[in-house]
């Protein structure tokens, strides 16, 4: 027996269990402290009223035997694929339903869609970055190199022609920087990806906080990008289904490589090794494209936005260095009086108990940067930025 020895790589745990870890002995030390979590970014509205309605009904056809269900396809049904195909097409994407494959979020498919590709493909990260990409590429023994992501390039970084990589992930509105690819930009990567032969994981999963039909919301919008893309998408952000569990991935019928289709590679791994999302919580993703489903979670994402906006008047007023908060739920926030990330996190929850995201958990060049998010509350969100302008 031999252990897979690329976990002795890894860092000794992923970068929200450490920062909840932290968080729960402070609580324990400090039971008088009111605590404000601006860390991870898990959402704290309810379900939206149609989403309920629609999980109780699903929930009461599970209950008679006319309408019990058993396996489902492992793809999705046909409704779900159908309204995200449609919700495509408004933004002028067209694609066929059987490119479409609902999940159970975006975070397990960007790990699983590592199967159906060789482990000798370089693999081309930014940094810094949401940690999943780098920690499932050092599970499987990929080689990674960085695309440096600052201030000098609006953390955004651009395909450089003379570094070589096959799988590169792009991740716009950016997690952790909240940074967002204009059409100019986006088609840059897609140019280098076309002529390099290399596939493009595009993580869409903050799409709905865009707030201009200029900046793509789908690399689907890019030409040439259905010849050298897989995107996903959840419903975690924009219908507050962190804890519901539901995300779609696209993979198109043109992606051949090597005279493979990677959409027929896709079946063959979901079929193999997944059984589908629950019906009851495909029902609840369907509804969200109903018109009333639409009009319920914009609210709740200009809700988001307007705490966005708190937390982003505050950095202005303290003249602290930012990015993000305008087409993302993330303030990203360089540390004051050059602290370090970790300083600075171990510094908020000391002195006025709030949380957030060292952004040296995102890479190396987060170091010296800070991740805060709205999807706390109004009042809460309001509170801790007061307590923020008090000490800084
Ligand atoms: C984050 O805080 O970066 C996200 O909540 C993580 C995730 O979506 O998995």
Redesign the pocket.
């Known amino acids: 027996m031999n252990i897979n020895q690329n976990y002795l790589k890894l860092e000794d745990s992923y970068?929200?269990s450490t920062i909840a870890k932290k968080v729960a002995e402070f609580t324990k030390e400090h039971t008088e402290k009111q605590i404000i979590k601006l860390?991870?970014?898990?959402v704290t509205l309810p379900l939206a009223p149609v989403v309920v309605e629609a999980i109780k009904e699903a929930a009461d056809e599970m209950g008679k035997r006319e309408t019990f269900r058993g396996y489902g396809p492992e793809q999705g049904y046909a409704f779900l694929r159908e309204s995200i195909k449609n919700y495509y097409s408004k933004k002028s994407v067209e694609l066929e339903s059987d490119e479409i494959f609902i999940s159970d979020?975006?975070?397990s498919d960007l790990g699983n869609i590592l199967d159906i590709f060789g482990l000798d493909n370089t693999v081309l990260v930014p940094d810094p970055v949401?940690?999943?990409y780098v920690d499932t590429n050092i599970m499987a023994g990929r080689k990674i190199i960085f695309a440096d992501a600052n201030e000098s390039n609006e953390f955004l970084p651009l395909p450089d022609e003379n570094v070589k990589c096959d799988i590169i992930y792009i991740c716009s509105p950016n997690?952790?920087t909240g940074s967002v690819y204009t059409k100019e930009k986006l088609a840059k990567w897609v140019d280098y990806a076309l002529k390099n032969d290399a596939i493009i994981l595009f993580d869409a999963?903050y799409e709905c906080f865009i707030k201009s039909h200029e900046l793509p919301s789908s690399i689907y919008q890019i030409e040439g990008a259905k010849d050298c893309a897989i995107e996903f998408c959840?419903f975690?952000?924009t219908a507050g289904f962190?804890g519901t569990r539901c995300g779609y991935t696209v993979v198109p019928k043109s992606l051949i490589k090597q005279g493979a289709s990677l959409n027929k590679f896709w079946v063959r791994r979901q079929t193999t090794k997944f059984n589908g999302v629950p019906y009851i919580v495909q029902k609840a993703a369907n509804a969200v494209f109903s018109d009333v489903g639409q009009l319920q979670i914009k609210e709740n994402i200009q809700y988001y936005s307007n705490n966005a906006k708190i937390i982003a008047e505050t950095m202005d007023k303290k003249g602290i260095w930012y990015t993000g908060g305008k087409h993302s739920p993330?303030i990203w926030l360089k540390c004051p009086n050059n602290m370090s990330s970790w300083e600075f996190f171990d510094y908020l929850l000391n002195n006025i108990a709030v949380v957030g995201?060292p952004g040296s958990g995102f890479g190396r060049n987060g170091e010296g940067y800070f991740?805060l998010?709205s999807?706390n509350n109004t009042e809460k969100t309001i509170e801790a930025m007061k307590r923020f302008s008090d000490l800084i």
């Open positions: 970068l929200f860390g991870i970014g898990d979020g975006a975070k949401y940690p999943v997690n952790p999963a959840s975690s952000k962190t993330y995201t991740r998010t999807f």
